[in-house]
């Protein structure tokens, strides 16, 4: 067993098919073998001769070839994402997953058969690895822009023709011989006419099934194809033997029957899986094929996928702007909904990013070009669902063991039915149409298909709505989980707050002292520090840009406009840098108790002001937090804003539970607490004092507009 990589993978799939065996870690290198049991089941001699009986059931087969390896300077490591056209169901997958991973020049392959997609890792070029695949009958495509994404969805478009074309001629021929075969008498001219009738249907619509098992069987290896080509041609040749030597036993019609139906199948499921493909469809739809280049002074109309970074880029007034850049010239508003979920438009001017796929407004930009191909924003949303497609829940990892060993269980038991037919007395002929029988019922492919295809649609229509899943695994998890720990400013509430209140302390005119405001919060990811802005923009207030700036997370920002030293934020950022904020209590105190959230203001080490900000809850989240109430689902709110806001907030929605003033290890805390107590908890925020919680939650959600980290921490 030492350093016999593939004896050593087969013995441990063996012994984890035993009920009794909880868990197994072989080391090949080591030759060693841990096994975690039950003993009550599989006392420990028993399990002695267990893995005695197996090791010794493996025998001492050929060693895999092994390819020499190649210098990695000549092929370094790479990762190829890809679409790979044949699969036909999760056996394929399988089976491309064991080929890949046998090649040393492979450092990791994961294919999916309901995404038709292949991720691999590997030391070699791409006509090598597709020349690896088409030798078992599998080609692949590359997926790196959107570009090709386009072309696989169109491929898939033509699969979808073919497979409806061989449906309709196998349905045509193949309904008269099966009516043909129950009401007329089995004679030597009716089964000419069957076939007659058959042969089109299982030479022609089944072909692709006989072509794919030859493949697969030159490699020595089986899938479901492999189950209907036998099936079918075992069925079909027996009845062509009998026909011509004047027997009555004719199975033309039961063959006909199973290309048409399972060819039926795979119709199906090419359909549902282009339904699925819909959102990630929609996607790639956003990008325009062509780009307005400007080079020389010139304009040229490029393909998208000629733009390189750096490129000059023109977006005429309505246009969708062809990829991610930087605006060096010109003022426009950009409706960016596609990745905010905002309606309204956002003010794009010179050095402001702009993201490729959204709609240009009623002004001309001019862009630089900073990301093209798989690197832009709309890429990423696109592998985000791909990467939630693909990903394997553990119920599927469970489905796909069975998926490995059940075409070879399948001949098994063929085989033994007709060796039992024979031992018990039956003829040959009854036997061996036994033997089919067990063959042609075993072909269809539920079995492997059901769960992939579930994420998918799943992910697909969630992505269709806004949500984008980053991974198989939080489906599952989500409905177990008993708690949901909630953010509250741009969570639970609109995330528009507005400047509704402002108390001067100091003998500073308003206008001056809303402008330093604006400035300290010019970089700000915090929704408080955006209203503050926007409320100074839409005053027309001129904003000098801070030399230095500090943001806190849960706190506020520390900024340096001119000779001044701004902090502006909630209580605890102020005190601790020593600011008294006495006067100011009974303001604050005022706002919260109507539901608004106190942000302090001091210059220069004195409290200068505090503004009064109001957030609306949403409007659907009383009935949100009352369906998980109706479910058993704990709700709790965990937020930085002051007691009484957080309160008024709480109740509007129907949260009993809130903990005001925490910063982000205070929401970790939380969720840590939780987790200890049993729970399983998920979190839902949106801002970078968020993202400890969301790491660390079984479940972590992130609402779109938020900010970056944010977005990447969340499933």
């Known amino acids: 067993m030492r350093k016999a990589d593939e004896r050593a993978y087969l013995y441990e799939i063996l012994l984890r098919k035993h009920p009794a065996i909880r868990h197994v870690k072989l080391t090949a290198e080591l030759g060693s073998v841990a096994v975690w049991f039950d003993p009550r089941s599989l006392p420990k001699p028993k399990l002695f001769a267990l893995l005695d009986a197996v090791l010794g059931n493996l025998g001492d087969a050929t060693p895999f070839q092994k390819v020499a390896v190649e210098d990695e300077s000549v092929h370094p490591e790479r990762d190829f994402n890809l679409a790979v056209e044949g699969m036909t169901c999760a056996s394929c997958a399988l089976l491309i997953e064991m080929v890949l991973r046998r090649d040393p020049r492979v450092v990791d392959a994961k294919v999916n058969f309901a995404t038709e997609t292949a991720t691999v890792r590997a030391r070699m070029d791409r006509d090598t690895l597709n020349g690896k695949l088409a030798g078992i009958g599998y080609r692949i495509h590359s997926l790196d822009s959107l570009a090709q994404r386009r072309m696989q969805l169109e491929r898939e478009n033509l699969r979808i023709d073919e497979a409806r074309k061989r449906l309709l001629w196998a349905s045509l021929f193949s309904v008269p011989a099966i009516l043909l075969g129950m009401a007329a008498p089995h004679t030597r001219i009716v089964g000419i006419v069957e076939l007659i009738l058959t042969a089109p249907v299982v030479l022609w619509s089944g072909w692709p099934f006989f072509d794919k098992a030859v493949k697969l069987a030159k490699q020595r290896t089986a899938n479901m194809d492999s189950l209907v080509a036998l099936g079918v041609g075992s069925a079909f040749g027996y009845s062509l033997v009998s026909l011509l030597r004047g027997k009555r036993d004719l199975y033309f019609e039961a063959a006909a029957a199973i290309v048409a139906f399972v060819l039926l199948g795979r119709y199906l499921d090419e359909r549902a899986k282009g339904q699925a493909h819909e959102a990630i469809r929609r996607l790639i739809d956003l990008q325009p094929q062509t780009a307005n280049v400007l080079r020389n002074g010139m304009e040229v109309t490029l393909p998208i996928d000629d733009v390189v970074v750096g490129d000059l880029l023109l977006v005429r007034p309505g246009e969708l702007i062809p990829t991610d850049g930087i605006v060096v010239y010109g003022l426009s ?234 902090f502006v934020g ?128 079984d479940v972590s959600l992130a609402i779109g507009g938020g900010a970056d980290v944010a977005l990447q921490t969340a499933d």
Not at 497 to 503: F, H
Not at 591 to 615: C, E, N, R, Y
Not at 619 to 648: C, S, Y
């Open 333 to 566: 508003t950009v409706d960016e909904s596609m990745i905010t979920g905002e309606s309204m438009p956002v003010v794009k001017e010179i050095g402001l990013p702009v993201t490729g796929g959204c709609i240009n407004g009623n002004g001309s930009l001019q862009l630089r070009a900073t990301a093209i191909g798989a690197d832009t924003v709309l890429s990423g949303i696109v592998r985000m669902v791909d990467q939630a497609q693909a990903g394997k829940l553990p119920i599927q990892k469970m489905v796909d063991q069975v998926s490995a060993v059940f075409v070879p269980a399948v001949m098994g038991i063929s085989a033994l039915t007709f060796v039992g037919w024979l031992a018990a007395g039956a003829s040959a002929s009854f036997a061996f149409g036994a033997s089919i029988t067990v063959l042609l019922i075993a072909c269809p492919c539920a079995l492997g298909l059901a769960t992939p295809a579930a994420i998918m649609v799943g992910t697909g229509q969630a992505a269709k709505r806004g949500i984008f899943i980053r991974n198989g695994e939080s489906l599952e998890m989500a409905s177990k989980l008993t708690a949901i720990v909630f953010d509250k400013t741009g969570t639970i509430t609109e995330g528009k707050p507005q400047v509704t209140d402002l108390a001067n302390l100091c003998d500073w005119p308003d206008d001056q002292l809303l402008a330093l405001a604006g400035a300290s919060e010019l970089h700000s990811e915090h929704f408080l520090g955006k209203a503050i802005l926007a409320h100074t923009r839409e005053m027309g207030l001129s904003l000098e840009e801070p030399s230095a700036f500090q943001n806190e997370p849960g706190r506020g920002v520390r900024a340096l406009i001119g000779e001044h030293t701004l």
């Open 570 to 697: 909630n209580r605890q950022w102020l005190e601790e840098q020593a600011i008294a904020i006495g006067p100011a209590e009974k303001i604050a105190s005022k706002l919260a108790a109507q539901g608004k959230t106190p942000v302090f203001m001091a210059v220069d080490g004195q409290l200068s002001a505090v503004f009064g900000i109001a957030d609306k809850a949403r409007g659907n989240a009383r009935e949100a937090i009352a369906q998980l109430h109706a479910m058993g689902v704990k709700t709790l709110m965990a937020t930085g804003d002051v007691q009484a806001a957080a309160d008024h907030i709480a109740a509007l929605v129907g949260i009993d539970h809130v903990i005001a003033q925490a910063r982000p290890e205070d929401k970790l805390a939380i969720i840590h607490d939780l987790q200890a107590k049993g729970e399983k908890v998920g979190m839902i925020g949106d801002g970078i004092n968020d993202a400890p919680a969301l790491a660390a939650a």
